[in-house]
């Protein structure tokens, strides 16, 4: 769990995903698509019920907790951009 941490804290993971002139998006970008991306890009299995965010619905830059173990988390930032 340490090693995942000094992995995933402090990392960027952009998500790029359809969005209106405002920057609002077409849905919402959940923990289970950032589970998806943590994986493809740092290789890191992440349950996605161990992730701590509210759904992103517009562009930004967000954070997300993981919890990786008892009293061992992570800090992510997720940042959303429009196609």
Known sequence: ANDAKSKLDGQTIVIKTKAGQSGKLFGSITSKE???EIKNKLGIDIDKRKIVMSDIKSCGTYTAEIKLYTGI???????????
């Open 34 to 36: 950032l589970s998806t």
């Open 73 to 83: 988390q992570a800090k992510v930032n997720v940042q959303v951009d429009a196609i």
